[in-house]
């Protein structure tokens, strides 16, 4: 008998994330919930040192959510028509909320091997109105810091690296929450680190520290005394409390999803006509996502292979199915060939740590089963 074979009906039901909470979390929260502080309160202030020490940032401010992380950021230097270069294939908030700060987002062709930023493409896209970059480390795949730190130097940008797929990530020994610049994290369900609706950001300056907590705040620097223009971007200390008792099991969920990422980047690596996304040389892969680009040469088309993947009972995710310049929120846009082609044939296979090795191997035998 198989492996396939050999699977209990249950281990037949594999959902593409892992949401839940421990008893601990769920205990963290309620005590929050009795205290009646529904608000931000001192849970977020410790949820913010907590992190900054995690990730080795001088200063992090907890938000409302990823989206209101960068949205903050780019409020605290963008003027009115400033470019800032972001990759194509990514969440939509990475550069709807460079509009949304008045900034125009400019679409840069993305890696086909890494599914990264193409850091070539960037610099030839740099104008007398690029004031930033904002590389993406997508899926958990870390954006090489050297080279991003060249090219904003040799242009004078600032540097806002979107880390919400990428929580422990790490870069030649060092978190990615410690690069220079801006870093912002999501902690929406689907993360890897979840606490419902939340966001961070961390920086190495204490000015712009100081800045983002009062724009995050309507601008209040004293009560009823607003001294900026701003927004009600705060986070609360249900969310924080729950945050900070994730943290303390990050790096075990971190160990799973490795393991379980290796497991499928050694089992489908052979495969004709399946490409799995290149890790960064000299990385820790956060494996918010495990993605494959299926093409023609592997038998079959995407929707196909989910579709025979979900009758055994594995769940698949697409993320992203078209680049940000073919949004039409975005308006006409020049094409980027390599990045609609790797969104034509993304799939998302499941990679989370609530998996076990035979969840794993079940799923790499089903990939291998669809080929002719």
């Given at each position: 008998?198989?492996?396939?074979?050999?699977?209990?009906?249950?281990?037949?039901?594999?959902?593409?994330?892992?949401?839940?909470?421990?008893?601990?979390?769920?205990?963290?929260?309620?005590?929050?919930?009795?205290?009646?502080?529904?608000?931000?309160?001192?849970?977020?202030?410790?949820?913010?040192?907590?992190?900054?020490?995690?990730?080795?940032?001088?200063?992090?401010?907890?938000?409302?959510?990823?989206?209101?992380?960068?949205?903050?950021?780019?409020?605290?230097?963008?003027?009115?028509?400033?470019?800032?270069?972001?990759?194509?294939?990514?969440?939509?908030?990475?550069?709807?909320?460079?509009?949304?700060?008045?900034?125009?987002?400019?679409?840069?062709?993305?890696?086909?091997?890494?599914?990264?930023?193409?850091?070539?493409?960037?610099?030839?896209?740099?104008?007398?109105?690029?004031?930033?970059?904002?590389?993406?480390?997508?899926?958990?795949?870390?954006?090489?810091?050297?080279?991003?730190?060249?090219?904003?130097?040799?242009?004078?940008?600032?540097?806002?690296?979107?880390?919400?797929?990428?929580?422990?990530?790490?870069?030649?020994?060092?978190?990615?929450?410690?690069?220079?610049?801006?870093?912002?994290?999501?902690?929406?369900?689907?993360?890897?680190?979840?606490?419902?609706?939340?966001?961070?950001?961390?920086?190495?300056?204490?000015?712009?520290?100081?800045?983002?907590?009062?724009?995050?705040?309507?601008?209040?620097?004293?009560?009823?005394?607003?001294?900026?223009?701003?927004?009600?971007?705060?986070?609360?200390?249900?969310?924080?409390?729950?945050?900070?008792?994730?943290?303390?099991?990050?790096?075990?969920?971190?160990?799973?999803?490795?393991?379980?990422?290796?497991?499928?980047?050694?089992?489908?690596?052979?495969?004709?006509g399946l490409s799995v996304q290149k890790q960064t040389p000299k990385s820790d892969h956060a494996w918010h996502q495990?993605?494959?680009?299926?093409?023609?040469?592997?038998?079959?088309?995407?929707?196909?292979?989910?579709?025979?993947?979900?009758?055994?009972?594995?769940?698949?995710?697409?993320?992203?199915?078209?680049?940000?310049?073919?949004?039409?929120?975005?308006?006409?846009?020049?094409?980027?060939?390599?990045?609609?082609?790797?969104?034509?044939?993304?799939?998302?296979?499941?990679?989370?740590h609530g998996l076990s090795e035979d969840d794993v191997m079940y799923v790499i035998d089903a990939v291998r089963g669809?080929?002719?």
């Open positions: 008998m198989n492996q396939m074979e050999n699977m209990t009906e249950a281990t037949r039901n594999i959902s593409i994330a892992e949401i839940s909470l421990t008893e601990a979390e769920i205990a963290a929260a309620t005590e929050v919930l009795r205290s009646g502080n529904l608000r931000q309160g001192p849970h977020c202030g410790a949820f913010e040192e907590e992190f900054a020490s995690y990730v080795g940032a001088k200063h992090c401010i907890t938000c409302a959510n990823g989206s209101a992380a960068l949205h903050l950021v780019y409020m605290t230097f963008l003027e009115p028509g400033d470019e800032v270069l972001v990759p194509s294939m990514t969440f939509i908030a990475t550069a709807s909320m460079v509009s949304a700060a008045g900034g125009v987002p400019v679409f840069v062709e993305t890696d086909r091997d890494t599914f990264l930023m193409d850091l070539d493409d960037a610099e030839s896209k740099v104008t007398e109105r690029t004031r930033a970059i904002s590389p993406v480390h997508l899926f958990g795949n870390v954006v090489p810091f050297e080279p991003v730190e060249k090219l904003a130097s040799r242009h004078d940008l600032k540097v806002v690296w979107d880390a919400s797929q990428a929580h422990g990530a790490r870069y030649m020994g060092r978190d990615v929450g410690s690069g220079d610049g801006f870093v912002t994290w999501s902690f929406y369900p689907s993360k890897n680190m979840f606490v419902g609706e939340g966001g961070m950001i961390a920086t190495g300056s204490e000015e712009f520290a100081h800045q983002l907590k009062y724009l995050k705040s309507h601008g209040q620097t004293g009560k009823y005394f607003h001294t900026m223009p701003g927004l009600n971007y705060r986070m609360t200390d249900v969310e924080a409390a729950i945050g900070r008792e994730q943290l303390k099991r990050l790096d075990d969920m971190l160990a799973i999803r490795r393991r379980n990422g290796e497991m499928l980047k050694e089992g489908l690596a052979d495969l004709e495990f993605g494959v680009v299926v093409e023609k040469s592997f038998g079959c088309d995407k929707e196909t292979f989910r579709q025979r993947l979900g009758e055994k009972g594995i769940a698949t995710g697409i993320a992203y199915p078209r680049g940000l310049h073919q949004q039409p929120v975005f308006g006409e846009q020049p094409a980027l060939p390599v990045t609609e082609e790797i969104c034509d044939g993304i799939v998302n296979l499941p990679v989370h669809l080929r002719p």
